[in-house]
């Protein structure tokens, strides 16, 4: 059974960084790409990036260019990167396996407060 942890949400000011970490238990298929969603108060989880297992990426128009997910295979750690912050970043986010669609059940999720 595969658990998802993520790590490293906090309250940062507009134009503020903050990198997340998400550790994954379990096996997961080698072939399936690592995404990072976020579901903002009142919305539908959106897909924000993922990273593929030959190592490329795609990303959410509303990131591109600020936010840069990389993997760490040996330690099952997929991680985002999240720069020049703006309030409508403000969300859970969230960690999964993505192949069309999340894979396995969600984590607790961690908050990102965008806030002046």
């Known amino acids: 059974q595969v658990q998802f942890v993520e790590s490293g949400g906090g309250l940062v000011q507009p134009g503020g960084s903050l990198r997340l970490s998400c550790a994954a238990s379990?096996?997961?298929?080698?072939?399936?790409?690592l995404a990072w969603y976020r579901q903002a108060p009142g919305k539908q989880r959106e897909l924000v990036a993922r990273?593929?297992?030959?190592?490329?990426?795609n990303y959410a128009d509303s990131v591109k260019g600020r936010f840069t997910i990389t993997r760490d295979s040996a330690k099952n750690t997929v991680y985002l990167q999240m720069n020049s912050l703006k309030f409508e970043d403000t969300a859970v986010y969230y960690c999964?396996?993505?192949?069309?669609?999340?894979?396995?059940?969600w984590g607790q999720g961690t908050q990102v407060t965008v806030s002046s």
């Open positions: 990273i593929f297992s030959g190592g490329s990426t």
């Open positions: 379990g096996s997961i298929f080698s072939g399936y790409a």
């Open positions: 999964n396996a993505h192949v069309g669609r999340p894979m396995y059940n």
